[in-house]
């Protein structure tokens, strides 16, 4: 890949990479953090990338950046409530449907809420998904299935209910 075809590659992708970043992470501080190291690990590897799998490349970095900041925060506050004692009461269960999107989503294992937002959000198809996390095509098929029946059981606990 050469300079030019890397600053068009930014220029094309910049905003997708952001938008994924934001889905995986709901943090946009920590999402444009993921870019940057996306686009810088795209420039070192620049050499090994072509321009067509550019975008998968970058996409693939910004989640495994996203998966290793999200866990080493989750430690830190695993610890910090250890240290409390305290127990965080539940947030107020009224909220509007996509709240409820947002929170079923949020407890899904990041594996499955990364492959749900990129078939729904982003419309990868199964095999480009499966390039982007490094899976295979019936691992993504697999995942895809499990997020969406924790989906609809969550939001069915949280009230609603399509079918009624």
């Not at 953090?33 to 693939?60: I, N, T």
């Not at 290793?68 to 539940?90: I, M, P, Y």
């Not at 949020?106 to 982003?122: F, G, N, T, W, Y």
């Amino acid at each position: 890949m050469t300079r030019k075809e890397y600053n068009d590659t930014v220029k094309l992708w910049a905003d997708d990479v952001y938008r994924f970043s934001v889905h995986c992470c709901s943090d946009s501080e920590m999402a444009k953090d993921g870019v940057q190291e996306a686009f810088a690990a795209l420039w070192e590897q620049r050499e090994q990338v072509s321009v067509e799998k550019g975008k998968s490349f970058l996409l693939a970095v910004a989640h495994n950046w996203t998966i290793s900041q999200l866990r080493h925060r989750k430690v830190h506050e695993d610890n910090a409530d250890a240290l409390k004692g305290d127990t965080v009461a539940e947030p107020d269960m009224a909220f509007d449907l996509r709240d409820a999107l947002q929170k079923a989503a949020a407890r899904l294992p990041e594996i499955q809420r990364s492959a749900l937002m990129l078939k729904d959000v982003e419309g990868f198809n199964c095999r480009e998904i499966g390039e982007i996390l490094h899976l295979t095509e019936s691992q993504v098929t697999v995942y895809l299935f499990r997020a969406r029946v924790s989906m609809r059981k969550t939001l069915i606990a949280l009230g609603y209910d399509n079918n009624k």
